[in-house]
């Protein structure tokens, strides 16, 4: 899990991840442990030494972990890929499911023969399966909150990657110890990898970031608990970029005065102002030269980009923090705006585009309706995103057609400022804000505002009246037109098709076909999977291979299911109760510590019950009941102290349900197999393999084109077709021997 987390955040880094390409990260890494569970163990003999190979995987996975971080970073110059470019999907795909291949494959081949040894050495039968897979959980779950609440806090990357190899080599090392044939020659050798590991990453790490931004002056890397910060120099301009991607360069006059005084010029008398982030890079002092303005909140998730602003950037920029008008607030925007008891005269959103569901927060109609609720009789609320200047494409079109009919549903009068970047600027009331360049100009000479670029000539031109009619047109929303909200991200779905036009349009074809088709593909998926449940489930002459095909689809049905409701949950945590990192954590950890409660159920379900296939057959239907009852309550509760706890609740419940599922299915697919390897690899590989499809899938497709609600529809209607199938298996029939 540590791994898993530590080359995500790495990856997406250095490939500029949204959610698909996220979801196919992280799918890839599914994969490739599938890979190495199901595959790699029908290649060793039933009477393979299994110890010694499983004390060298450790010792490889010791080695393969740093480099695989290095390799990760050094892999764009290897496809010839310029620092920043958009990456292609296929590359996308092939070039980190390739990098992590080998790791992955190692980890999945661990686990089996985990099962493996257990089972010789415990004497357990088919529950070294389920026993293995419950101290999985526990130790993920572990992981999960350990990495989140201390190592990312209090560690750089190549602290916890050497953390990470030296868990390796101790465990390594332990288990030589209980290993007759191993030397002290042996053991010494092990242990002194450690200090050479210490003293010799640190400086190899040093310089693969540099290699990684070669040409740039690596001023600062630093590893927060919300990404990776790098610092750049180039020339007098200084760069900050988090997770790879750019936050803010100073100096940037342009933007700085772009993305604060279309708004702030359109208010009548500003006096206080909301910045949700971007404050750092010069907005926030841009704002303050508005002789109005009396108070400004700026909100900034990181604290370290403040810390490192004050290290970094020229005094004349960083003596701003001391502005008794200015006061920095390290929260979640979505969140501060909700708790604050505050009003304003102008809300001005400084964050990237909808690229994620994360980010798609920022541009709902929820926040919207929130944002107005905060703002005065003349209030503002500004934002900006990535436009095309004088050609807009159907793509981008429905996009921003999509922002402007959530922006108008509540507020009652909106304009939009065109360039490569839009600025859409909507107002409570009608007569405050105008397209008019005049009027902008006008107030921009009677504050005598000292601006480079925003000035008399550059405006009337940014506010053509030819270039502001086009981009009113393109927008324009038309009957079939969305509305972004929280539970149904469509603003994000739009966003994401645009991103792929960059690259091949079959891509596009694909995702917008099986969004416009999306009911008719999940009913052809039902009717293959359940196909084979009425050609085999009634046999008599071989009825094994009914309950074969059940278990495996069952359980690769679970995985799928517990994945997408994990990711159901972390989204409408997100949107109700805002982005709190530590909380976000804790739901992870919660399905993790749920699983193996549930697997330690299982287990001792199997061991008083002959007959495990009705409970295995209703657990399924559960699941469908469970997905039901969970997104009816998220449909209906509100922001209270207690929905954070129903929240856990919620991933708990779900993990557990996904634990029980497991010790049953190695239980039943046992029946047919005897080598334990064989059974561990099939159901294991089958779970990751349904976890994959459910995080590629549920981030990518059914949240943003069906919503949450539907999501959960979806979920149960798949579990209630595969307890159909599963209750057509005839319960009293012998398994053919296999």
């Known amino acids: 899990m540590l791994s898993q987390i530590l080359l995500l955040r790495e990856m997406v880094s250095v490939f500029l991840g949204n959610e698909l390409s996220i979801g196919m990260m992280l799918g890839g890494w599914l994969l490739g442990t599938a890979i190495g569970s199901l595959l790699l163990i029908r290649l060793i003999p039933s009477r393979f030494q299994t110890i010694p190979l499983f004390i060298c995987l450790h010792v490889a996975l010791a080695g393969l972990m740093p480099v695989t971080i290095l390799l990760t970073r050094l892999s764009p110059g290897f496809w010839s890929l310029t620092r ?16 992590m291949l080998p790791m992955c494959i190692l980890i999945g081949l661990l686990y089996t023969l985990g099962c493996v040894i257990y089972h010789r050495l415990s004497g357990h039968g088919d529950s070294a399966i389920a026993r293995v897979y419950l101290l999985e959980a526990a130790g993920s779950g572990l992981a999960s909150l350990i990495v989140s609440t201390i ?23 332990y288990m030589l110890g209980s290993y007759r044939p191993a030397t002290w020659i042996v053991k010494i050798l092990l242990l002194l990898l450690i200090p050479i590991l210490v003293f010799l990453y640190p400086s190899i790490d040093r310089k693969s970031t540099a290699r990684f931004w070669d040409g740039f002056d690596v001023k600062h890397t630093e590893t927060s608990i919300y990404g990776n910060i790098v610092i750049l120099g180039l020339g007098e301009s200084v760069s900050f970029y988090e997770n790879g991607t750019l936050m803010f360069t100073y100096p940037d006059r342009l933007y700085a005065e772009e993305s604060v005084h279309f708004a702030m010029l ?14 750092a890079g010069g907005s926030a002092d841009e704002i303050l030269k508005h002789p109005s303005v009396k108070r400004l909140e700026y909100v900034e998730l990181d604290p370290k980009i403040i810390e490192l602003s004050r290290r970094y950037l020229p005094e004349t920029v960083t003596r701003l923090f001391e502005d008794t008008r200015l006061r920095v607030i390290h929260q979640d925007g979505r969140r501060y705006l909700k708790e ?3 009003s304003y005269d102008v809300i001005i959103v400084n964050l990237p585009d909808p690229h994620t569901t994360l980010m798609n927060r920022f541009y709902s109609l929820e926040f919207f309706q929130e944002a107005k609720r905060k703002l005065g009789a003349t209030g503002i609320i500004a934002f900006s995103v990535s436009s095309q200047e004088n050609a807009i494409g159907r ?39 105008s397209d008019q360049s005049g009027n902008v100009v006008a107030r921009l000479m009677e504050r005598n505002l000292n601006t480079l670029y925003l000035n008399p000539y550059y405006i009337p031109y940014r506010m053509s009246a030819e270039r502001v009619e086009y981009v009113r047109q393109r927008s324009e929303p038309r009957s079939d037109t969305q509305v972004n909200r929280d539970y149904q991200p469509v603003g ?26 999306l009911k008719l593909v999940i009913a052809i998926v039902l009717i293959l999977f359940l196909i084979p449940f009425f050609v085999y489930g009634s046999q008599k002459s071989r009825p094994g291979k009914g309950l074969k095909y059940g278990v495996i689809i069952s359980i690769a049905c679970v995985g799928f299911s517990g994945m997408a409701l994990e990711v159901v949950i972390i989204h409408a945590f997100q949107a109700i109760c805002g982005y709190v990192y530590y909380q976000v954590a804790i739901i992870l950890t919660s399905f993790m510590v749920g699983m193996a409660c549930g697997s330690y159920s299982g287990i001792r379900y199997v061991r008083q019950r002959d007959n495990v296939l009705p409970a295995y057959s209703w657990n399924q239907a559960g699941l469908a009941i469970y997905s039901l009852l969970m997104t009816v309550t998220l449909s209906v509760i509100h922001m209270t102290g207690f929905v954070e706890l129903l929240f856990f609740l919620f991933t708990l419940f779900a993990g557990f349900i996904t634990g ?10 046992g029946i047919f197999q005897m080598r334990i390897e064989r059974v561990a690899g099939s159901v294991y590989a089958s779970d990751l393999l349904g976890a994959c ?11 943003p084109v069906l919503g949450i609600i539907r999501t959960g529809l979806v979920i149960a209607i798949l579990n209630i077709s595969i307890f159909t199938g599963l209750m057509l298996i005839r319960p009293n029939a012998k398994p053919s021997s296999s």
């Open 151 to 173: 190592l990312l806090r209090f560690m750089d990357t190549h602290d916890i990657v050497i953390f990470v190899s030296v868990v390796y080599i101790i465990t390594a090392f």
């Open 492 to 517: 994000h779905f739009y966003q994401m098709l645009v991103w792929t036009t960059h690259f091949n349009q079959d891509v596009k074809r694909i995702l917008g076909s099986m969004a416009i088709h």
């Open 84 to 99: 920043g470019e958009m990456v292609s999907l296929p590359v996308l795909l092939s070039l980190p499911f390739t990098v």
């Open 340 to 342: 604050t008891v505050n």
């Open 395 to 433: 793509d981008l079109a429905a996009f921003l057609s999509c922002l402007r009919a959530t922006l108008e549903k509540s507020f009652a009068d909106v304009v939009i400022i065109p360039g490569d970047v839009n600025h859409f600027i909507g107002c409570v009331a009608k007569g405050i804000i």
């Open 660 to 669: 029980f599922h497991f010790p049953l299915a190695s239980h039943l697919y």
């Open 266 to 279: 359109q208010h009548p008398d500003p006096e206080s102002v909301l910045l949700i982030g971007g404050g």
């Open 693 to 703: 499809a459910g995080a590629i899938v549920t981030s990518t497709i059914l949240i």
